[in-house]
């Protein structure tokens, strides 16, 4: 057969559905945005393909009601009649040039199944993305395959509506061919006629209707004359779901319309039966789809609301708002499928802190909210807090790797704080805010304060132009002190803001902000020079091997830049190479690239030191110590603070066992008491900083404490052995 007398007959098939001239409702766009949320995708449609265009049946993120077929990606799925992937259509010479990916809505990724009715492809259901993926899984595929099913099954259902009016001028036939129980009764209700599908469902054969009264296939108390007959007139010019019994005595819904006539002076009554369990079961699956989380299981943000709307009508709710720390890291550096696990772990680790009167729902992304019904009481609410961030604390092990994430906990209490939904998941956000910004890993409780905090957080995003021009942002400097004698060998050069309005600022009321903005890069620039200026100023009067520490700049370190840039700045301040130290985190470790770990290199071998700051706070690979030109590990200062309650700490000792192998300098954060000191030089620990040595300070009072004083520990703490 010709490709015209398969398009002939395809729009045939399209025409005899009705669906032309229907509409969608809200089952195909709930359909649709559930498939748009199970694969993160901005777009999903069910669409039909005309002669001459791709009409959008139910879309998500397409406002326009029709395309032009001959542009038309879809148009190719319905040619094929076959599923189609396209990874990147920027890069595929059949595409690449094409309206809708060089234009809006500027498709790069596209998958679609064609929708078949009558055999016929009629109609696809496609995913489409505004950037590239690199692949397409079997198991994607799968899923996309059992939506594309479930909307088929709609379609059908919906085109059989359509075509109500033209089917009753072909009963005879349908009947006698249609799957659904079709059956004629004298106005007694004993049955005169059915159809083979009548006798498919029920069972019984030919010769026994003649015996049978269609009360005989309604299961209850309808069974009994008078019941019945009741039972018809409620049913009459109404289409509606009973449960009928069969020859065995299986129970089964089915959906039922009835009809009564006059014909020669007799009543009859009509009735046709559809069996509706298979439509219950994807009906449940689709109520599933549209109020649980696709990864998780979990509840939805839309099952959120209705439950917490429940809640707020007992006496006293509290509301957790779960925010998981480092999440972001996982799925830069391990990957996507890595960041599901956790997830799905996450979330299990909730259910396992809370009761089972209580709810736990995934909202979006690594964001989790619970509601504890009941519970008007701070500090018990606090009391789940604490168990879930001591869960999430707990490593977890993903393709043999350890994981290291956290939690930040925000508690809103009803009617206390707030008495609507929005209003008490606002208040339940801004305590999280607080809880990130003390530094994550805990919780905290919203208080009204917390308002005016955020407000004047956002004002900083506005104010950071004008702090740059009035040099307003200033530096502090921290000693770092070698432990044995107590000798100064370094500082690390800490960044402060002096806001005229509010005075002091500490990096925690706005580095966050800012390391977003655009200004990151040229107040970066700044605090390099100014560090290397200052060290320049205090190397006369000092060890000459004195080293200024110094964060790298991450957004000059992925470009490239950073070599050329930092040593721009040595040469404009007169530093030499060696007395710099350029600290990186463990993000730019995990998220490392080639021109990352190129460039420093290059610095490594001018003389410029490289520290990792805060090690063993995360999940790096120890492989990647090899990879770096890392010449110092800086201990993060939780693992010191555990010094005051633990007599060891295997962390730290691993650390600098490592350290040792791979001929490292160790520096330990947060020294704060004699016994972490004294216990430190124990383990063999050669260097440090915290405040028994001196708290970060502006360069005038630095250098009359330190660098005229010569040793910097108090008497008593030279003497520690």
Known sequence: MSSEDNEARRLAALARTGLRAARADETFQSLVGVAADAFGMPIATISLIDADSQIYFSTIGIDAAATERNISFCSITVACNAPVVVLDASRDPLWRDNPLVCGEPHIRF???????????????????????????????????????AIAEEMLELRSLRAQGDRERFRFKRMAESSPDAMMIADGDGHLLYWNAGAERLFGYAPEEVRYLRMADLVAGEDREPAAFDAWIDGMLGQTREIDSVDRAGMVRPMEVSVSRWHEDGSVFHGAVMRDV??????????????????????????????????????????????????????????????????????AARLVASV?????????????????????????????????????????????????????????????MQAEAIDELLLCADLAVFKAKAEGRHRHRLYTPSLR???????????????????????????PQVRLKDGALVGAE?????????????????????????????AVNDWV??????????????????????????????????????????????????????????????????????????????????????????????????????????????????KMNDAPDVPVIRAILQLAKGFGLHVVAEGIETEDQLRR?????????????????MPADQFERSFIHGGLVLPAGVRQVA
């Open 110 to 148: 596209y998958a679609g199944i064609p929708l078949r009715i009558e055999g016929q492809p009629i109609g696809t259901f496609c995913i489409i993305d505004r950037v590239p993926h690199a692949a397409f899984t079997e198991a994607q595929r799968q899923l996309l395959q059992r939506y594309a």
């Open 277 to 346: 369990s298979g439509r219950r079961e994807k009906e449940a699956a689709l109520h599933r789809l549209a109020h649980r989380d696709g990864l998780t299981g979990l509840p939805n943000r839309a099952a959120m609301r209705v439950r917490l709307e429940a809640a707020l009508q007992a006496d006293g709710v509290s509301v957790l708002l779960v925010d998981l720390d480092g999440f972001k890291d996982v799925n830069d550096t391990i990957g996507h499928a890595a960041g599901d696990e956790v997830l799905r772990e996450a």
């Open 355 to 415: 009761r089972t009167q209580d709810t736990v729902a995934r909202i979006g992304g690594d964001e989790f909210v619970v509601i504890l019904p009941g519970c008007g009481d701070p500090s018990k609410a606090a009391e789940v807090a604490d168990r879930i961030v001591a869960a999430m604390e707990e490593p977890i092990l993903i393709q043999d790797r350890t994981i290291r994430i956290g939690a930040s906990v925000g508690i809103a209490i009803a009617p």
């Open 452 to 478: 005016a905090a955020v407000s004047e957080r956002q004002r900083f995003v506005h104010e950071f132009h004008r702090a740059l021009e009035r040099r307003e942002f200033v530096l502090h400097y921290q």
């Open 493 to 521: 050069a800490l960044i402060r803001w002096q806001h005229p309005e509010l005075g002091l600022l500490q990096p925690g009321a706005f580095l966050g902000p800012l390391l977003a903005s655009r200004h990151a890069v």
């Open 528 to 641: 390099l020079h100014t560090a290397c200026s200052q060290a320049v100023a205090w190397l006369g009067l000092t060890d000459r091997n004195f080293r200024m520490g110094v964060n790298a700049c991450a957004v000059r370190l992925h470009s490239g830049e950073i070599s050329a840039r930092t040593m721009d700045t040595l040469a404009a301040t007169g530093l030499p190479p060696q007395n710099l130290e350029l600290e990186i985190t463990e993000t730019v470790v995990l998220a490392h690239d080639g021109d990352c770990v190129a460039g420093l290199a290059e610095l490594r071998a001018q003389g410029v030191g490289i520290a990792f700051d805060d090690f063993g706070t995360g999940y790096a690979s120890l492989s990647l110590l090899e990879e770096f030109p890392l010449t110092r590990l800086k201990i993060d200062r939780s693992f010191v603070r």
């Open 680 to 696: 430190l030089r124990k383990k063999g620990c050669s260097e440090g900083q915290g405040y028994l040595f001196g708290r970060p």
